[in-house]
C-alpha cells in the first residue's frame, strides 16, 4: 500500500491529475477511512473542472471526518473557484469553530466578505487574521514597519487599509506630515511563500533597469513570522480609462517589451504552472506562457469545453468553443508561434486595477507585481482590454486596425490575441448574460478571427471556414431579432 501512496503522489507532484484521480479512486475503494485521499481526489477533480464529482467526494469525506480542517479547507477552495461566496463564508465560519485561533480561517472569511462586498466585516476579519499570525497587535506591527523606513517616526501617520486580492493581508498606509507635499508610502503584507514580487524588486528591476520607468521605487522589506512586508513609494494618480490605452501601450513597448525570453531566462526561471481554469485571468496566461504547444491548446480548450457543459451554457456558447477548436487543434495554428520572436517579458495581472496613471506626467506606473512571468507580447494588453469591458466593434477599430493606436500586431499575432481575448472572456462568462456577450463580442470575434485564419488554410479548411461563418450569420440574424422582440415586447405593452 505504501509503494501505491507513492504512485500517487507522483501523479500530483507532476500534474497528472486525470492519472491521479483513477488511482485514488481505486486506492479510496480499498481504504474507505483516510481523509488526506479524500481532499487529494477532490482536489484532483478541482483542477480538472469536474465541480460537482469534486464537492460529492467532500462531502462523502467529511460524513466520516465531519471536522477535518483539510477537507473544510478544500471545500471552500472549491466554492470560492465557483465564486460561491455565501456558501464559501459558512465554510470559513465553520474553521473557525473549530480552530478559533488559526488567522488563516479569518483570512478565508475575509476573502469571502470581500467578494460579497461587505467591507467592514472583511477588513475586521483580515486584522484577526493579521494579528493572529503575528501574535502581536496591528500597533505594534505598524510601528515594527515605521521604523524600517529610516523616517522620523514622529512625522508618519499610519493607517490599516483592506485592499482585497487572493494572498494579500491588506497594506499600511504612511504619510508624511511635516512636508507642504506630504509623501506618501505603502507597505504591502503578504505570505512570505510568496516570493516573486520581492525577487522581482530586489534583483529584477535591477537586471532590467528600463522596469524603473513603469514601477514604483522599493523602500523597505521586512520577513516575520511567514509574511513579507514591502514598503515601497505610493503613486498618486487616477485609474486608467479607454483614452489612456495609447499611452499604456507605447509604454509597455518601450520597457516590458524590450526584455526578450533569452535574456530573461538567462537569470531567472518562471513557474512551473497547474494549467486550470478558477476565473480569474491569470490562470488563462499560465496556459498562454505555453500556447505554442499542441498539449496546452487541447487542455485550454477542453477545460473552457467541459466548464460550459457542466453548466449547461446555450449551445451558441458551445459552438464558439467548437469553432476555436478547429482553428487552434485542426488547423494546428500553435506551429505558427514562435516563442523566441512572440514572447516578452509579462506584468501578468494587468487590469484598471493594478495601472496608475501619474497626475503630474500623466504616464502609466504599474503595482502589483507578483503575477509578472514571460508569455505573448500583446497578453498584458488583451487582458487589460477585457477588463475594461471593451466590445470588439470598437477592439478592431481601434488596435487591430489602426496601427497607429494598435500593437503594429502580424497577422498570427492579431489570430491569438483575439483568441486570448474570446478565452479570457468565456471563463468568467456570466450565463445569465450569454445572448448579449454573443453578439457584443463572442461571434464577431470569432468571425473576424477566422478571417484572419483563411490565410493559413488549406482548400478544406478553407471551406470549412467559410461554411462556419455562413451558419453564424445565419444565427446572428435570429438572434439579433429575437432580442429586439423582446425589447418590443418590453416597451409596447
Known amino acids: 500500500m505504501d509503494e501505491y501512496n507513492r504512485e500517487i503522489q507522483d501523479f500530483i507532484k507532476e500534474k497528472k491529475w486525470r492519472h491521479a484521480i483513477g488511482a485514488l479512486e481505486k486506492y479510496i475503494n480499498i481504504n474507505h477511512a483516510d481523509d488526506v485521499a479524500y481532499r487529494d481526489l477532490g482536489q484532483c477533480l478541482r483542477f480538472e473542472g469536474e465541480y460537482k464529482e469534486a464537492q460529492s467526494v467532500l462531502e462523502r469525506g467529511l460524513e466520516q471526518f465531519p471536522q477535518n480542517q483539510s477537507l473544510l479547507a478544500e471545500l471552500y477552495n472549491l466554492y470560492s473557484v465557483q465564486k460561491k461566496w455565501e456558501k464559501a463564508k459558512l465554510i470559513a465560519e465553520e474553521l473557525i469553530k473549530i480552530d478559533k485561533d488559526n488567522g488563516i480561517h479569518y483570512f478565508k472569511l475575509g476573502r469571502s466578505y470581500n467578494f460579497l462586498k461587505k467591507s467592514q466585516e472583511a477588513t475586521k476579519a483580515f486584522i484577526q487574521a493579521l494579528e493572529l499570525e503575528q501574535g502581536t497587535t496591528l500597533e505594534e506591527l505598524t510601528e515594527l514597519v515605521k521604523k524600517s523606513l529610516s523616517i522620523d517616526e514622529k512625522t508618519l501617520e499610519s493607517e490599516y487599509v483592506f485592499s482585497g486580492g487572493k494572498n494579500n493581508y491588506g497594506c499600511l498606509v504612511h504619510v508624511e506630515t511635516d512636508r507642504p507635499n506630504p509623501q ?125 457543459k457542466n453548466e449547461d451554457y446555450p449551445n451558441e456558447a458551445l459552438d464558439v468553443i467548437k469553432r476555436l477548436k478547429f482553428v487552434f487543434l485542426e488547423m494546428q495554428l500553435y506551429e505558427k508561434v514562435n516563442p523566441d520572436k512572440h514572447y516578452r517579458f509579462l506584468h501578468g495581472d494587468l487590469g484598471p486595477h493594478n495601472i496608475i496613471m501619474k497626475e503630474d506626467t500623466k504616464e502609466p506606473v504599474l503595482i502589483d507585481w507578483n503575477s509578472y512571468t514571460v508569455g505573448p507580447v500583446w497578453f498584458d494588453i488583451a487582458n487589460l482590454i477585457v477588463k475594461l469591458k471593451l466590445n470588439f466593434v470598437d477592439i478592431k477599430k481601434l488596435f487591430l486596425e489602426n496601427p497607429e493606436k494598435g500593437m503594429k500586431l502580424e497577422n498570427i499575432e492579431k489570430i491569438f490575441f483575439i483568441y486570448a481575448l474570446i478565452v479570457i472572456k468565456l471563463q468568467s462568462l456570466n450565463k445569465k448574460k450569454t445572448d448579449n456577450a454573443l453578439i457584443d463580442f463572442y461571434l464577431p470575434a470569432i468571425t473576424y478571427l477566422e478571417k484572419l485564419a483563411l490565410s493559413y488554410a488549406n482548400q478544406e479548411q478553407r471551406k470549412v471556414l467559410l461554411q462556419q461563418r455562413q451558419v453564424v450569420k445565419r444565427r446572428f440574424i435570429i438572434k439579433a431579432k429575437s432580442i429586439l422582440a423582446n425589447v418590443n415586447r418590453v416597451f409596447l405593452n
Open 184 to 308: 506618501e508610502y505603502i507597505t504591502k503584507i503578504a505570505d512570505i511563500k510568496l516570493k516573486r514580487e520581492r525577487l522581482f524588486y530586489e534583483e529584477i528591476v535591477g537586471q532590467f533597469p528600463q522596469l524603473q520607468k513603469v514601477t514604483p521605487e522599493l523602500i523597505s522589506i521586512i520577513d516575520r513570522n511567514n509574511m513579507s512586508f514591502l514598503t515601497m513609494e505610493k503613486i498618486t494618480g487616477n485609474v486608467p480609462l479607454e483614452k489612456d490605452l495609447q499611452s499604456i501601450i507605447k509604454s509597455i513597448q518601450n520597457t516590458l517589451a524590450t526584455i526578450k525570453p533569452k535574456d530573461y531566462f538567462h537569470h531567472f526561471s518562471i513557474p512551473t504552472y497547474r494549467l486550470v481554469l478558477r476565473g480569474k485571468s491569470q490562470n488563462i496566461l499560465h496556459f498562454f506562457t505555453s500556447i505554442h504547444n499542441q498539449a496546452t491548446n487541447v487542455r485550454l480548450i477542453s477545460l473552457l469545453e467541459k466548464r460550459l
